[in-house]
């Protein structure tokens, strides 16, 4: 079948969400949402050998990242649809503003090799040690990772099961910004600023960049990606009983 040029982006390769898990210097949990990442082959770090790695790629700057930057490790937590509304919450409140982020909080669980914590509730938590940090000059930075210490859900391991059982009771979330694409949820530049604008009205803010604050415009239109793409979901979802 032809094939025709269209618009740069990852329509029918989404990736799958995760919670990014650092502890603040007080030894208090912190979570944030993330969804650019993937795998590589990484190096021997401690003569333990070559093994499964990750790359993880975080735009802007936020607590997670400085968490990241000064400790070195973090969880990756696996988001299903239990989790995803919890995953949202943490997607759009950020560390640095909000001190009691945490007080909607998950089952917490310090790693099994990494002090880092986890989420019980996550089918697989994976720990991760940074090796490499590559950063380019849009304030996007890229985390090499290994893969230190790994949990998954007991029944996932069960090989009796036929794997696409498995996979198919993980449920999984894919990254909400393929429904976004797919739905023309993403607002433009026009529509950005007067939502911005608006905002900043409404908080009794005196200017936009007061609002704003260290956060980009790119920022704010995941926000509202996240936003607009929920309530989609919500307004479209069919509930079936079995």
Known sequence: MKKVQVKNWNDFCPQQLFLYGTYREDGTPNFGLFCWF???????????????????????????????????????????????????????????????????????????????????????????????????????????????????????????????????????????????NKEGLMRTDEELDKAISEAATAGGYATVEELMGENTKEDYREYYMFEDTIAFLVENAVITVE
């Not at 790994?150 to 009771?169: A, C, G, H, W, Y």
């Open 38 to 180: 993937s795998y590589l082959n990484a190096p021997d770090l401690n003569g333990e050998g070559d093994g499964m790695g990750v790359m993880a790629c975080i735009g802007g700057e936020k607590l997670t990242k400085d968490l990241i930057r000064k400790n070195g490790v973090f969880s990756a937590n696996l988001v299903t649809e239990e989790l995803l509304p919890l995953a949202d919450y943490y997607g759009i409140v950020g560390g640095r503003e909000h001190k009691d982020k945490l007080r909607f909080s998950p089952t917490i669980e310090k790693g099994v090799v990494l002090d880092v914590p986890t989420i019980a509730e996550s089918p697989v938590s994976m720990e991760l040690k940074v090796f490499k940090e590559i950063s380019f000059d849009n304030k996007c930075d890229i985390y090499l990772c290994k893969i230190m210490g790994e949990t998954m859900r007991e029944d996932l391991t069960n090989k009796d099961v036929p794997f696409i059982e498995r996979f198919k009771s993980v449920k999984q979330v894919l990254a909400l910004q393929t429904l976004a």
